[in-house]
């Protein structure tokens, strides 16, 4: 059964893997939202109207009666709270939650992320490359190994850690990877794509034009 909460509104866009963090905690928790497109590519997220709403231009944001939060992980942790799913069971859970989601913006946003974005839309200078590929082969390595004795990131279930991480690391192979080098990795993906509540981004917040153009 839905938790029917029709003041749920989220602001993004399909292209923001912080974006994506914030539609699936709400669809993975059954938490009904209203979705408003923020037109980023064309620069929609600098418009008056949306700076009234997070005046840095960031996406996502999510407001929810008389809360209003700007930052993808406080989503994580707001909306798991609320509904009690995906949330950490006493203190030990908490701070290893806090580890991964650490992970996620040291690695996943300054590694994968900024790789994947220089390869893509960059000038594809060579020591840019080099120097986000130095993050992104360190962060690769810490939860290859990880995964390889751990069925899940921070606990023995799939918690806001998981849904931290998976988004951008949808970018591997735009970063430039091979899957293949990387198994456990990809048998976590597997594994969270099978959860109640997975959709793809452009499912969970729909726009005309996807996808990006590279």
């Known amino acids: 059964m839905k938790n029917f909460h029709k003041d749920y509104v989220l602001y993004g866009h399909p292209r923001s893997g912080n974006a994506y963090k914030a539609a699936l905690i709400l669809s993975m ?11 980023l590519p064309n620069g929609g997220n600098l418009n008056q109207d949306f700076l009234d709403i997070n005046p840095l231009g960031k996406i996502p944001a999510l407001k929810h009666e008389n809360i209003l939060l700007r930052q ?4 994580l942790r ?3 709270e609320k509904t009690g799913k995906f949330g950490p069971d006493g203190w030990d859970e908490e701070s290893r939650i806090g580890d991964w989601i650490g992970y996620s913006v040291d690695f996943m946003s300054y590694g994968i992320a900024r790789l994947r974005f220089e390869r893509l839309f960059g000038n594809s200078d060579q020591s840019i ?6 993050t992104a082969d360190r962060g690769l390595k810490i939860i290859e190994l990880h995964l390889a004795t751990n069925q899940w990131l921070a ?3 799939a918690t806001i850690a998981d849904i931290s991480v998976y988004p951008v690391m949808t970018y ?20 969270f794509q099978s959860l109640p509540g997975f959709a793809q981004q452009i499912e969970l917040m729909p726009v005309k034009s996807w ?3 590279k």
């Open 29 to 39: 928790t059954n938490t009904i939202y209203e979705f408003i497109a923020v037109d």
């Open 72 to 75: 993808s992980h406080d989503i």
């Open 78 to 80: 707001y909306v798991s």
């Open 129 to 134: 490359l080099e120097y986000f590929k130095v």
């Open 155 to 157: 606990c023995a279930r």
């Open 172 to 191: 591997i192979e735009d970063a430039g990877y091979n899957t293949a080098d990387f198994p456990y990795i990809n048998d976590w993906m597997n594994r």
């Open 211 to 213: 996808p990006p153009t």
